[in-house]
């Protein structure tokens, strides 16, 4: 390839890898198309997105409440560094959300109200790719051609969200969280085919609702995708998520809160300039024993420098 070839093919090398951003968060499954896509070290990507959610949303399966019903809003923020760590291709994430909603429901057979407005939990993540990737800058990245790729990924969820414990639904935790997951990606042609398993472990909340101690056991996760490529940056994607596990105590009295969760997703993504784009996602989920059941749509811009 000539020099004046690989020039023009940079700004579609930064399209394609670029729209990787996306997150549809609901209870147990967060997807996100591309996780482990190899991307440029060197870049910063800056996302913003809006979400509303409908349903039995921000559900702590140990509350003693039914019937309940919430609309929340949703803003996100999030900044990605690619980078080299370890010789291998990684990325950091900080993601931090804002959230409005309202809750009706029976709290322990008296029907109350709940409206809530504040910051939730800030979500640290750290990715790697270990297996089928190299560090590649964003030009040589022009002449990387796709093949299987394993990598794994940790979240910590710190405890920063808007919280009281007088309430029975709050927008924040108030306990720390840590996601350990390990994941692949196989081209398939135009396709991208990507799955993933990991686990929720949770920290003890010694001030939850009514001054009672929480704990709860790990909550087990997969996760897999099916991306169509349709043009560089311009995706269609469908994902599928199931978890299971996540039974609560309180003050040491185990609960019947086993969660049997399923999650099902459509997105697409569509480049407005080589290094800006758009998304969007719609998720429903229900399941068989306790936690969220809610249906939600979001609409997210990324831009990359």
Known sequence: MNARSR??????VLAACFL???????????????????APVGMNFFAIGYGFATGA???????????????????????????????RPAKLKLGLPWSSGHWDGFLEGEFRTRDATGLGDLR?????????????TLAEMAEYTPGTVWGARVQAILPTG?????????????????????GFAHPVGKWSLEGA???????????FFGGQRLKQDPLLVA???????????????VAGGYGYGGRTFVDGVKRATIQRNWRLSAMVAYPIRPNQGISLAVVTGGNYGAGTDADAVSIGYQVAW
């Not at 949303?57 to 080299?84: C, K, N, S, W």
């Not at 398993?197 to 001030?207: E, K, L, Q, T």
């Open 223 to 237: 996760k897999f995708h099916a991306i169509r490529s349709i043009r560089p940056g311009c995706w269609w994607a």
């Open 57 to 87: 949303v921000f559900m702590d399966p140990a509350l003693p409440v039914d019937d309940v019903d919430g609309q929340v809003h949703v803003v996100v923020a999030r900044y990605i560094r690619t980078l080299e760590a370890f010789g």
């Open 162 to 182: 808007t919280y009281d414990s007088s309430k029975a639904i709050n927008l924040g935790a108030n306990r720390w969280g840590v996601i350990p997951e390990i």
């Open 197 to 207: 398993v990991g686990a929720w472990f949770f920290g003890a909340n010694g001030d």
């Open 124 to 136: 640290i993540t750290f990715e790697t790719l270990f297996a089928g990737a190299e560090i590649r």
């Open 7 to 12: 020039e023009w093919r940079l700004p579609r």
């Open 20 to 38: 990787l951003l996306g997150v549809v968060p609901l209870a147990a499954q967060e997807f996100e198309p591309r996780t482990y896509s190899v």
